[in-house]
């Protein structure tokens, strides 16, 4: 009987949770993308910068390379106290800026909760996003180190910012083929019709990569915040693995759940859902399981009649 | 070790390969995004890709469609 009343509350506080999300990250956009970039342009103006005003200033791929090549890095630079700050607070705070600001990862997944989950699909199920990522992220790092160039042109942040700009200024920028490639990827395949509308973020992204891992070493240490659960309390209603936009929740053989810190971004949505706070999110101990549960089966299609 | 590690590491390996070897063709490492700078035809790639997600999708309802067991 609880479960009828109980469905329709979760549902609310999955919405409520989505709103106060929503608007974190238009505070998000409004300080790290273009045509605002508010963070960028002020500390630019305050350490006397002359760059322009996007979400280039803080992508790090160039303040890495320079540093792993020994070229080194500026500190008191728009780059180089973004990635300071990018770093230190996804060990702190789990993946803050993906969770909380991140505009970008945000859009995705708002647009592809518009669409029934039967049209979506959860890649997941079929490839462990986990290596993926961080497969792409060293070759993000290797690839320039080794004199090759890859191509900004495939990153879902920047086409964000020509789709956004495009929208309010009428100045999409170069629209090529690489961008139609990019738009069709991130947007729609990975997008719209994919289980959490964040396929970039979880195959792709090595922004969201690199804190990933920073957060995986956090999150072992107790003075960190981090996702915790009880699995007294739990009564596996499946709930939070339902909602995970990451899809970083999985219910295990015993039906409680199983949790990965490689892809979690802390947006704490599984939180709110919970209906017997079993999950939350703060200082100490994770409390996930250790020894590995297997992942419950997909029932079997068998043939009418048969 | 373990089999899920061995194919972890295979799987990150080889999108650390494909992501590599992409950029050393001339395509990945001069693409600016401009249109027909490759002539590679990307819109087309696009159209094949959309082809593709929806017969992915269209197969998985009809599976759906059928009866399903529980795992026992
Ligand atoms: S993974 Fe990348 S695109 Fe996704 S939210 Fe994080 S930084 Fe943004
Ligand atoms: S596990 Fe929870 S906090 Fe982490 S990504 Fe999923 S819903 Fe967000
Ligand atoms: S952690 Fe909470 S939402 Fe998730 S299955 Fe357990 S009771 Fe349900």
Redesign the interface.
């Known amino acids: 009987m609880w479960k009828g009343k109980k469905v329709s509350k979760i549902q609310k506080k999955s919405r409520m949770s989505l709103l106060k999300r929503f608007i974190w990250y238009v505070v998000g956009f409004a300080l790290f993308f273009a045509p605002f970039a508010l963070f960028n342009r002020g500390l630019a103006f305050l350490l006397d910068e002359k760059r322009s005003g996007d979400i280039h200033a803080t992508c790090f791929r160039m303040p890495l390379v320079d540093m792993l090549t020994g070229k080194g890095i500026v500190i008191l630079s728009v780059t180089g106290i973004s990635l300071i700050l990018l770093l230190v607070s996804a060990f702190l705070l789990g993946p803050f800026f993906c969770g909380k600001l991140c505009a970008a990862g945000a859009f995705t997944e708002y647009l592809s909760r518009l669409l029934p989950d039967?049209?979506k699909?959860d890649w997941s199920k079929y490839?462990?996003p986990?290596?993926?990522?961080?497969?792409?992220f060293?070759?993000?790092i290797?690839?320039p180190i080794?004199g090759?160039?890859?191509?900004c042109?495939y990153c879902g942040y920047s086409f964000f910012e020509k789709f956004t700009n495009g929208g309010i200024w009428g100045d999409f920028g170069?629209?090529?083929?690489?961008?139609?490639?990019t738009a069709?990827?991130w947007l729609?395949?990975f997008g719209l019709?994919t289980k959490g509308g964040r396929g970039y973020c979880n195959f792709m992204c090595p922004v969201g990569a690199a804190q990933n891992i920073v957060h995986a070493v956090g999150a072992k240490l107790p003075f960190t915040m981090k996702i915790k659960y009880d699995r007294k309390k739990c009564v596996s209603c499946n709930a939070c693995v339902k909602d995970c936009p990451m899809r970083a929740l999985t219910q295990g053989e015993d039906k409680k759940i199983q949790h990965s810190n490689h892809n979690c971004i802390t947006c704490q949505q599984c939180v709110a859902v919970c209906p017997t706070k079993s999950i939350t999110y703060g200082f100490g101990k994770g409390g996930w399981q250790q020894e590995e549960v297997k992942p419950?089966?997909?029932?079997?299609?068998?043939?009418?009649g048969? | 070790m373990k089999k899920k590690t061995v194919t972890g590491l295979v799987t990150g390996a080889s999108a650390t390969g494909i992501t590599l070897t992409s950029s050393l063709t001339s395509t990945g490492a001069a693409c600016t995004g401009v249109c027909g700078a490759c002539s590679l035809g990307c819109a087309s790639f696009a159209g094949l890709a959309a082809v593709g997600l929806f017969a992915f999708l269209g197969a998985r309802s009809k599976k759906k469609g059928k009866i399903t067991e529980s795992p026992q």
């Open positions: 039967k049209w699909v490839v462990n986990v290596p993926l990522r961080y497969g792409f060293a070759a993000f290797i690839g080794i090759l160039s890859l191509s042109s170069v629209l090529g083929s690489t961008a139609i490639i069709f990827l729609v395949v019709f419950v089966q997909e029932p079997k299609p068998v043939e009418k048969a």
